[in-house]
Structure formats: structure tokens, C-alpha cells
């Protein structure tokens, strides 16, 4: 287990993998008068500046919610935006690759622009082999749609239904062979899970906040991993 802080009587422990709702882009731009796109302007410079800092803490797997299944249903205006904002990301290959930051994409990426996905797949390929933080992007991911695929993975595998194990379904996700989250966060005032990784999540520990996406800061994320050391995790048991 990794070690997060050390002060003079306690050591803090980090979770394996923490896994964030990147919400309140929108009631940030407005709290300013400023149009929603510039909330999610400023909140991709937060989620660049929250990844640098997983990745300098040592934190091993980090996912983020940047584009919902469900999140086709805003304005187009909004969604060529927030995809505006992801190829710009994408093309700056330099953000990662200098920082060591191993970049997985998880979701149902075939709805995707073309250009994206041949950018997603280059970006996946040139840091396959960073040993620093795996972060996980989730774009047109659903924790539903991504069950639906297993489980259509395993029927058109030919498995018999008596076969079907946890460890199967597990290992059909797009997060396979990764540790589950466990701890969420979820800033903006909101406490539900808005269909992330339904499945993964089954024993993570929550921390909610009424902090605004783009106001988040690194200080935040030690507060909620001080209050994640404070949790009694039995999956179960006593
Ligand atoms: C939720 O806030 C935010 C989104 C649906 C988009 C998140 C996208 C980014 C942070 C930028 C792109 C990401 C990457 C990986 C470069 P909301 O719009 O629902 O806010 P509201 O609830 O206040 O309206």
C-alpha cells in the first residue's frame, strides 16, 4: 500500500484507485455570467491540474467522467464543445508523455468522430509503456451500456450460463485487469452515481463536496483522502 502523507503521528494511506465525477462545469460558468463552455474550459484545466497531481503523489490508477452515454442529450452547441476540448487534449500528446502518465480511454468509442478515435488510439499506443499513473478517460461510457457489452461478449463467446463467474464480467469491462476504484468523488453538490462504473464501484467508499468542478484544487483532493483514511472498509465482513 502506498503511503500518501506522513505527519508526526499519522501515516496516511492512498487508495489504489480513485475515480472522479467531474461535475459543476455548468453552475460555474454561470455563478460568473460567463457561457457554459467556459466552465468546461476551466474544467479540463482543473482535471490536467488534478492528474499532474495524482500522478506526483504516486496515486496508481485515477478515472475521469468527461463524457456520459447519456450526455448526447444536451445542445449540440455543448457536446461539440466538451469534444472541442477532448481533441485538443488529445493532440497535445506532450501533456502526458512528459509526465510518464499511461492514458487509457474507457466507453463505447465507435459514436466517436473519427479523427478522435484515431486520435484516442495513437495516444493509448505512445503511452502504453508509461510507468507513472494510469489514467482512465471515460467518454460516451455508460456503467449500463459497458455491462450490456460483457455480457454480449460472453453470450456470443459461447459461455454456458452455469460458467458465468464475477471475476467474467469483470474481466469483460473495459476497466479489465485494473484494481476497482476505491474511493468516488463527486464535487458539486450532487450525491448519486449518474451511471459510473455501477459495477466497479460495489465496495468503493464515497466522499461528496459542494465545491464546483473548476474550483477544485489539489489541497481538496489530500482533504477527501484524509477523510478516505478515516473509513472503516470491511467489504462484508465485521
Ligand atoms: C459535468 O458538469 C461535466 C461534463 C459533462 C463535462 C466534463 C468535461 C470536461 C471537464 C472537459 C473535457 C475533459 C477532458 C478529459 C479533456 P456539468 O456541465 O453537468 O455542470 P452543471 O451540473 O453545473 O451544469
Not at 37 to 42: I, K, L, N, R, Y
Not at 182 to 189: A, K, L, Y
Not at 217 to 235: G, H, M, W
Request: net charge negative.
Amino acid at each position: 500500500m502506498a503511503i500518501f502523507k506522513k505527519t508526526k503521528d499519522v501515516e496516511l494511506v492512498l487508495p489504489t484507485h480513485i475515480a472522479i465525477i467531474m461535475d459543476g462545469n455548468g453552475r460555474w460558468a454561470k455563478n460568473r455570467a460567463l457561457p457554459r463552455t467556459a466552465g468546461h474550459a476551466a474544467g479540463s484545466k482543473t482535471f490536467k491540474d488534478i492528474a499532474r497531481y495524482c500522478n506526483k503523489i504516486g496515486l496508481k490508477y485515477l478515472t475521469v467522467y468527461a463524457f456520459s452515454t447519456e450526455n448526447w442529450k444536451r445542445p449540440k452547441e455543448e457536446v461539440d464543445n466538451i469534444m472541442k476540448i477532448f481533441k485538443e487534449y488529445l493532440e497535445d500528446t506532450k501533456s502526458f508523455k512528459d509526465e510518464n502518465i499511461q492514458l487509457q480511454f474507457i466507453g463505447d468509442r465507435s459514436a466517436l468522430d473519427e479523427e478522435i478515435q484515431r486520435l484516442m488510439a495513437e495516444c493509448e499506443k505512445e503511452s502504453a509503456g508509461s510507468t507513472g499513473l494510469h489514467l482512465n478517460i471515460a467518454i460516451n461510457y455508460g456503467g449500463r451500456d459497458e455491462i450490456v457489452h460483457a455480457v454480449k461478449q460472453i453470450v456470443a463467446e459461447g459461455i454456458d450460463a452455469n460458467d458465468i463467474t464475477e471475476q467474467m464480467i469483470s474481466d469483460k469491462l473495459y476497466t479489465s485487469g485494473q484494481p476497482d476504484p476505491d474511493f468516488i468523488i463527486r464535487p458539486s453538490g450532487e450525491y448519486r452515481l449518474s451511471n459510473y462504473l455501477i459495477w466497479q464501484s460495489a465496495y468503493a467508499e464515497y466522499w461528496f463536496s459542494d465545491i464546483l468542478w473548476p474550483d477544485f484544487k489539489p489541497s481538496d483532493l489530500d482533504k477527501a483522502i484524509e477523510d478516505y483514511n478515516k473509513r472503516n472498509r470491511r467489504f462484508g465482513g465485521v
